[in-house]
Each structure stands twice: as structure tokens, then as C-alpha cells.
């Protein structure tokens, strides 16, 4: 009797829960074509594009010498800012997460400060700050220190826009964990180095990794911060986002062809993004 009224239950439940086929294959209908339209047919398109001119227009498309300096310098640009975040997003978050402080929601409306602000204006305030006008350029320039229209200035924009990716993707992490595991480890006598290495990195390892992918990705397509501060200058402050930019009026076949690199990394971006997904998935089952 009881085995019946359980089948029961859950049928009723499934039929409340289940939406008629016409139903699923409509809104399955409207997110295929959003997708086809927004996404996959300007991706199609980007890519005919770029080879359009030929094989050759996009090869040397792809090894011009400012295209090359441009990469190296997003590179560049991406590679400090992630080890960077990474370090500030496990301090911020175990700090948010493992202890009660005053200002702690101060702290947390700080880390979530370039999400609000537009990019053009943080390089703008950058420009204020260290600019040869700004309120630290005559410190900097009698000390023979250049930041804006240089390479520290775009490293520092980049920053500044993907700071709060590993911290607000560790953050939820941690605090769903609690403490309990780190405060046994205490008690049976580890120290601070060991708690966070053998119970903490394992428990938070894929929220991290999640984190510094997004991270990644947008320091490697941030255009607003990075074209204030830089001056656009080619060979020198131009990332790849920026050169797109500048050879569009000139060759738009080579514009597109810059654009697929940017378009590859992204996509190794997204299928190691699914990955983690996955596996995280998988370890919650």
C-alpha cells in the first residue's frame, strides 16, 4: 500500500513538474534560433571573413609584426593579472568566508566594484591617478616613471576589471563549506599552510579553476580600461582587442583574421570551462 501511494506521489509530481512536448519543443525552438542568430552565424560569418582574401592574406594577417606584438602583450597583460587575482581572490574569500569582521560587507561591495563601473571610466580615473596631469604624474615623472601609454598601464586596467572573478567565484565556495573541516584539522594538529593545502585547495580546486578561466578570458578580451590608458599605440600598447579595432578601417580581412585568434582562445576558454562543469558535477553527485 505504501509502495502504491509513493508511485503515486511522485507521478503527480512529475506531471506538475512536466511541461507538454509542444511546450518543450517551443522554448527549445526559441533558444536554438537566439543562439543561431546572436551567436552562431556571426561566428560563421567572422570566420569566412577572414579567410575571404585567401589563405595567404590571413597568414600574414596573423604573423604582421604588430599583430605579433600585440598578442605578446596580451599575453603579457593576462598572465600577470591571473597570477595576481589568484593570489587576491584566496586571501579576500578565505577572509569573507572564515571570519566575522567589521566592514566585511564594505569589502565585499569593493570586490565588486569593476562590475559596476564602466571600463572606460576606471581607465579615465586611471588617467586622473597616474596621468602626467594626475595627482601622482609629477611624483612619477621626476622619478622617470611611466604608467599611462605604457605597458604598466595596461597591466594595471586589466586588473583592475578582473580582480573580482577567482575572489566571487571562491567566495559562495568557502562559505557553503563552513569551518568544521578546517577546525578538526586544527585540533588534530596541523598548522595553517597544511589545513589550507591537504582541506581547503582540495574542497575549493574547481570553484578556483572556474574562477581563473573567466579571469583569463576577460583579461584577454578587455577593450574599454585598456584603450584609455594604453593611447593605442601599435607596437607598443596595443593588445589584440585594440588592433582589431585599428586595422578594421584599413583591411577588413585581416581584422577578421586577428579576430579568430581571439575567437580560438575563447573557445579553448569555454570547452575547459565545461570541463570543470562536468567534474564538478560529478563530485557533487
Known sequence: ???????????????????????????????????????LLPLIFMFYEAFAGGIAVYWNSLVDRDARHALKLTLLAAGIAVPVNILFGLVASWCIAKFEFRGKAFLITLIDLPFAISPVVAGLLFVLLFGARGWLGPFLESHNIQIIFAVPGVVIATLFVTF?????????????????????????????WQIFRRVTLPNIKWGLLYGVILCNARAMGEFGAV????????????????????????NIHAAFAVSTLLALLAMITLIAKTIIEIKTAKENE
Open 1 to 39: 500500500m505504501m509502495a502504491t501511494d509513493n508511485l503515486t506521489i511522485r507521478t503527480v509530481v512529475e506531471r506538475a513538474t512536466t511541461e507538454r512536448a509542444w511546450v518543450r519543443y517551443t522554448l527549445i525552438g526559441v533558444a536554438l534560433t537566439f543562439m543561431s542568430l546572436f551567436l
Open 164 to 192: 573580482p572573478f577567482v575572489a566571487r567565484e571562491l567566495i559562495p565556495v568557502m562559505q557553503s563549506q563552513g569551518t568544521e573541516e578546517e577546525l578538526a584539522a586544527r585540533v588534530l594538529g596541523a598548522n595553517g
Open 227 to 250: 584603450a584609455v590608458v594604453s593611447g593605442n599605440v601599435q607596437s607598443k600598447t596595443c593588445t589584440l582587442p585594440l588592433h582589431i579595432a585599428n586595422v578594421y578601417n584599413e
